[in-house]
C-alpha cells in the first residue's frame, strides 16, 4: 500500500512527517477500502425485478447514504495521512478527481434518487416531471411492468484512491450522466475566470447554455454561486430573457439553501417573480437588502406578504428583527391597515413574537394607539 507522496514545503524531497496518528488511519483506510467494495457489490445486486420499484429507490437511497459515509471517512483518514482533500486520487469514469468531488457528485445522485421516489409516489414514468392527480386525462399508471425493466442501478467498487482506492458508480437510464462533470466544470470555469464586463458581454445564447450545463443532472454551491453571477452581471432586460429560455421553474427548483434566497431575491428586484415565491430566509434577506426609505414605499400588500411569509417560519429572533424594522419604516395609518388584513391582525402578532422583541414591538404600536397585550 503506497500513499501518494505530498512535497515538502520548499519543494526539493518529499514531505515523510506525517500526523502520529497516519498510521491508524491508513489501517482504518484499508477497512474502509474493504467496506466500499462490499457496499458497491450490494448497490450493484439490487433487484428492481424483484421488489417494487419504490422500494428499489429507497434501498438504493439507503446504500448511496451508506457509500457517502465511507467516503467521508475516507476524506478525514486521508486528511490526516497528509493528502489535500482537493487532490485528484480518485478514478471515477477514468478521470481524476478529488475526494470533494466524488462526495459532492454522491449528494447529486441522492438528490435524484429524492426525485425518483417522489415521481415513483405519484405515479410517474422515471425521469419524467411528476403527473398533476387532479389532470382527468392521465389514467392511473401501475408499476408492475416498468418493474421488469429495472431502474439500471449499478456499482463498480474496489479501483483505487491513490493507488488504494477508488469507487466507480455505472448509474443507467435516468442517472446515465450524473458522473459526467465536464460540462458543469467547463461551464463554472468559464464564469469564474469572467469579470461582470466580460459576462456582460457574453451572448443571451451561450448565457443560457452555461446555466443550462451547471443546473443539468446536480447544481452543487459552486455552481450556484457561478450562476447567481451571471444574474448579478446583466440588467434586467436580459435576466428575463435568460431566465424564461432556462425556464423559472427549473431554475428555482435546481438551486437550494442561502443561493435559493439570492436567487429569489434577485429576480423579485427584476419583477420576474412576486414576494409570495420567498420564504422566511429569503424574505429576511429582500428586508436586509433595502434601505428604510425603499422599505417605507412598498406597496402594502407586499408588506404585509412579507410579514406573513416570516411568520410562517419558526419567526426566530432573526425573522422578528425583521419584521420591526420593516414596521419602522410604515407609517401609522399603514400599521393600522396592516393589522386589520388576514394574518397580521394584533393577536397574531402577539403569538409570533416573544423576549425583547414583543417589548420593543409593544413600545411601537403603543406610539399608535394600538394595545399588543389584549
Not at 475516507?74 to 497528509?82: E, H, I, M, N, P
Not at 464564469?191 to 457574453?202: G, K, L, M, T, Y
Request: with cysteine; aromatic share 4%.
Amino acid at each position: 500500500m503506497a500513499v501518494a507522496e505530498q512535497p515538502s514545503e520548499g519543494g526539493g524531497q518529499p514531505n515523510h512527517r506525517f500526523h502520529r496518528d497516519a498510521r491508524e488511519a491508513a489501517c482504518r483506510l484499508i477497512d474502509t477500502s474493504h467496506r466500499l467494495q462490499r457496499a458497491g457489490r450490494a448497490l450493484a445486486g439490487l433487484a428492481p425485478s424483484r421488489e417494487s420499484h419504490l422500494i428499489t429507490v429507497l434501498r438504493a437511497q439507503d446504500r448511496v447514504d451508506g457509500i457517502a459515509k465511507l467516503i467521508s471517512a475516507a476524506a478525514k483518514d486521508l486528511r490526516l495521512a497528509g493528502v489535500d482533500k482537493d487532490a485528484k486520487i480518485v478514478e471515477v469514469g477514468g478521470e481524476m478527481v478529488s475526494l470533494q468531488e466524488v462526495a459532492r457528485r454522491l449528494r447529486g445522485i441522492r438528490h435524484q434518487l429524492d426525485n425518483e421516489a417522489m415521481r415513483t409516489r405519484s405515479g410517474d414514468q422515471p425521469g419524467q416531471p411528476p403527473r398533476d392527480p387532479n389532470d382527468p386525462n392521465q389514467p392511473p399508471t401501475t408499476w408492475d411492468e416498468d418493474v421488469k425493466k429495472g431502474v439500471g442501478y449499478a456499482a463498480e467498487s474496489g479501483s483505487r484512491i491513490g493507488g488504494w482506492i477508488a469507487i466507480v458508480y455505472l448509474v443507467g437510464g435516468w442517472l446515465a450522466d450524473l458522473f459526467n462533470g465536464i460540462a458543469d466544470d467547463n461551464a463554472r470555469a468559464t464564469v469564474a475566470n469572467a469579470s461582470p464586463d466580460q459576462i456582460r458581454q457574453i451572448p443571451n445564447d451561450e448565457l443560457v447554455n452555461l446555466i443550462n450545463a451547471m443546473i443539468d443532472g446536480f447544481c452543487g454551491d459552486d455552481d450556484e454561486r457561478a450562476i447567481l453571477r451571471i444574474l448579478d452581471a446583466i440588467d434586467c432586460q436580459r435576466m428575463s430573457d435568460v431566465v424564461s429560455r432556462v425556464g423559472l421553474n427549473n431554475l428555482l427548483s435546481a438551486i437550494d439553501g442561502e443561493e435559493w434566497d439570492r436567487l429569489v431575491n434577485v429576480l423579485t428586484n427584476c419583477g420576474l417573480i412576486g414576494v409570495e415565491k420567498l420564504d422566511d430566509d429569503a424574505s429576511r434577506l429582500f428586508v436586509q437588502n433595502r434601505s428604510n426609505a425603499q422599505l417605507g414605499q412598498l406597496p402594502i400588500a407586499v408588506v404585509w406578504r412579507l410579514i406573513l411569509n416570516m411568520f410562517a417560519g419558526s419567526c426566530g429572533d432573526d425573522d422578528e428583527d425583521s419584521i420591526l424594522r420593516l414596521l419602522r419604516c410604515q407609517s401609522g395609518a399603514r400599521i393600522h391597515q396592516l393589522i386589520a388584513m388576514p394574518g397580521t391582525s394584533v393577536g397574531a402578532f402577539d403569538y409570533n413574537f416573544d423576549g425583547d422583541q414583543w417589548d420593543d414591538l409593544e413600545s411601537l404600536f403603543a406610539i399608535y394607539g394600538i394595545d399588543l397585550d389584549t
